[in-house]
């Protein structure tokens, strides 16, 4: 296996800058995640690192070698795409197979890795199938297939589970976390699901409009967001943004007004001087609300959603502000009753005018 490393990389199609400038290290056996909303420039990242796009400046290394002029067949890679892109007129073994045939890999050869390729995937009774005779999870299991007899040394994943449906999703999600266990693979994955992203990746890189956000390990984005973007885009359902005025500053840390839940003054923890006046967003997760919490605001239940062991609560300020909650007590809930939703101070995330944390 290998590390990837990625030192001011950029790509242009025209006069449009899609990478804006990437620097980025993944790690041998480390599994990377690319997430980011639609035209973010994920797959191109992913594409350029396989060959399939060429770099408009900077540099791409594998494994310390640099990758920029070779060829994508010599880079040592194996690319799983989200249509499949099986042959059909071969058999499930054939398509696995084809690669290596072509590579002139001895019969032999082909057939042990193809066999402990099948017994991994549970593979072996579609062998003699082809691919109009399989299901997409199978399609797709034989894509992931084909990749590992050729012993890569990094994998990529381009959306491979976006035309599965939900129960496929979750069992294929499954099924490559354990292989990249099993094969402690350099795996770069990209898409557009957080689930899938907070599920799988050792580390995520949030991209948007061709540059990176944020880098961490899922739970460090989930708990340390570094702006409104990430926060949003990490987590489901996503943060809620309360927007506020701050009043005052006290040994507390930052007093700040709700305009939009009643007026409601709260004490936020935050260390940093945040001047008076400034207009600030102040981030909670549906899943932090508490019923023994210090701090309350006022709303009004607009809708429930039950879904057995939570419930999801949306709800509305006086003044308009929105507010989604999530509650193991949903059953004592009312759409259209008043409701005092509460939560302790700690749990407040500040972001500022520029849209950046306060820490």
Known sequence: MAEVKLSGVKKSFGSVDIIKGVDLTINDGEFVVFVGPSGCGKSTLLRMISGLEDLSAGELTIDGVRMNETEPSRRGIAMVFQTYALYPHMTVKENMAFALK?????KEEIERKVSLAAKALELEPLLAR??????????QRVAIGRAIVRDPKVFLFD?????????????????????HRELKSTTVYVTHDQVEAMTLADKIV??????IEQIGSPLALYDNPANVFVAGFIGSPRMNM???TVVAQNAHGVRVRLPEFSDVLL????KSAVA???????????KQFDEAGDCELP?????????????????????????????RSGRDLVAGAVYRARFFSHSLLMFGEDEQRIY
């Open 102 to 106: 072509h590579a002139g890999v001895a």
């Open 130 to 139: 082809k691919p109009k005779a399989l299901s997409g999870g199978q399609r």
């Open 159 to 179: 959306e491979p589970l976006s035309n599965l449906d939900a129960e496929l999703q979750v069992q294929m999600r499954i099924e490559i976390a354990r292989l």
């Open 206 to 211: 949030v991209l948007r409009a061709g540059k």
């Open 242 to 244: 309360l927007r506020g």
């Open 267 to 270: 004490d936020v923890p935050v």
């Open 276 to 286: 008076e006046g400034s207009q600030v967003l102040l981030g909670i997760r549906p």
């Open 299 to 327: 709303v009004t239940i607009d809708l429930l959603e039950h879904l057995g062991s939570e419930t999801f609560a949306y709800a509305r300020g006086e003044q308009g502000g929105t507010l989604t909650l999530e509650t």
